[in-house]
């Protein structure tokens, strides 16, 4: 890996560039993306060397080993469509996606045949409440998980790209694609519907006056705070999840639905007993 | 105030003996509960002077100025009926249960009449996660806010009671005990009772084999973390508060099956955007 296009230089591709600049990584980092003050703020940053946009960004592509797809899940699909034609044999293309199905199932269509470049599914769960190119940081990744969902048998240029992960301070765990779908609607997509619907409610219910405002602020504790704070998170980052991972998110939110009702229907009864010990399972520790 | 007993010597009894003390009380404290040990500890915290238990407790509740009930709701009310026989005119009986339309609505037949001591309900929200004598702080009460509930016109006793409440270091606001139920089910027990419904779907989910748990201690983040933590909530802390406040609650946990419903159906569509702006206006700052 000597040269790297990194597409989309928000805050995990710059965080990228920067991770890898400090692991001692001496190739060339190239940066494309649709906004040219992104990757001004990115190059300024030297998270990336140089930068193209537009039609010269194939030219970019077209000199790199590794292509990182960053950025929204249906924003690396036109970019899958697009580099695919365009790119070869010896090279890889990988991504950051945030869901991995629909981009393995794209991936085996456009890519891993004769003629054309490699593909490595891939998701890093590092982020920040806000993004941007401006919050990137070389630590980002620092005992993150790096997740992979590799589709075919793996060459030398995805050792290589899983070799510099590694040395981004990152662990790693391969995953089937519709495996991890369900895991992260679990672990992360769950909680975030969750903190979204309960915050809407509240502003709900509190947001029409500054009297009742004022209550909640005075009586909203730490409790409170935590259970509302993916609450700020933004549209933006949460359209393309919540379109590519449907199935699956509702799934885990019908599921937790039946399980809210279940507890409101005994709230005076001994099964709350149950429900309680069975959350309290989720932290203890194993023998 | 010069002498005050304090009926359940556990984290928020033991507390409010040890912060009085901080704060230059110079009276003397008596202790009283179902179990010696916690008395024996709260004594030699020195949160309490002296103790007794069953019926002696009495003699103790008879010579003092002010009795706050401290434990769980059935508990205080259990004492409530007990205490208003052997009491008088010149007593202030108060509390901190956690919920307070049916403490006040015993304390209007118990209590506030002639021949009876007088009774101010009181909440204030402060604990840890866990509980008990042992945890108890002089600091607990610092920033926290102290809820009152009154139900009659109050006297010269509860005006003292509620000086020692401010020197504590606490807030405090007034409220009507139905509107306090109301308040305490949105901002309190909603978030507990959603916590707990995540983590039960979690271990049901993830805890059946080491593989699975592993997945989960592997991927999930600090969203999962903060969703979770009160997933570890005691259902002995939680039982009488989902019996005293069962309407409530139920009310705002069946609005957001409602809305969780509206975002799984949504999930696709522009409407997820709408719900996620709700929600971030929740913690926007105001003009």
């Known amino acids: 890996m ?3 296009l990194i597409v989309g230089t928000g805050l995990i591709g710059a965080s990228v560039g920067l991770a890898l600049r400090a692991a ?3 190739g060339e980092i190239f940066g ?40 929204p899940v249906l924003t690396i699909q036109d970019w899958m ?20 199905l629909l981009i393995a199932e794209q ?41 992979f969902c590799p589709i075919t048998q793996e060459g030398s240029l995805e050792q290589d790209f899983r ?8 662990r790693t765990m391969d995953l089937d694609p519709a495996h991890h779908d369900e895991l992260v609607a679990w672990l992360s997509h769950l909680p975030q519907m969750l903190a979204t619907a309960l ?50 998110i509702a799934d885990t939110l019908h599921a937790l639905e039946q399980r809210i009702a279940h507890l409101r229907e005994n709230l005076k009864t001994p099964i709350l007993r149950e429900e309680f010990e069975q959350a309290n399972e989720l932290r203890k520790p194993r023998p």
Do not use: C
């Open 2 to 4: 000597n040269r790297i």
């Open 24 to 26: 001692g990584y001496e």
């Open 32 to 71: 494309t993306g649709p906004r040219e003050e992104t990757l001004k703020i990115a190059q300024e940053m030297k998270a990336i060397d140089s930068w193209a946009i537009g039609t010269d960004a194939d030219e970019l592509a077209k000199k790199s080993d590794v292509i990182l797809l960053a950025g």
């Open 81 to 100: 469509q697009r580099l695919a034609p365009i790119l070869g044999e010896h090279q890889l293309v990988t991504d950051v996606g945030s869901t991995k």
């Open 107 to 147: 991936a085996k269509q456009l890519f891993n045949q004769p003629g054309r470049a490699r593909f490595l599914p891939g998701h890093p769960m590092a982020g920040k409440e806000s993004g941007g190119a401006a919050q990137a940081e070389a630590t980002l990744f620092n005992n993150a998980m790096w997740l």
């Open 163 to 170: 070799n510099w992960v590694s040395k981004l301070g990152t």
């Open 199 to 248: 915050s809407a409610s509240l502003e709900e219910r509190f947001g029409k006056d500054e009297k009742t405002r004022a209550e909640l602020n005075a009586i909203g504790g730490r409790a409170l705070r935590e259970m509302t704070r993916l609450g700020a998170s933004p549209y933006s980052m949460w359209r393309d999840i919540a379109i590519t991972n449907a199935e699956p």
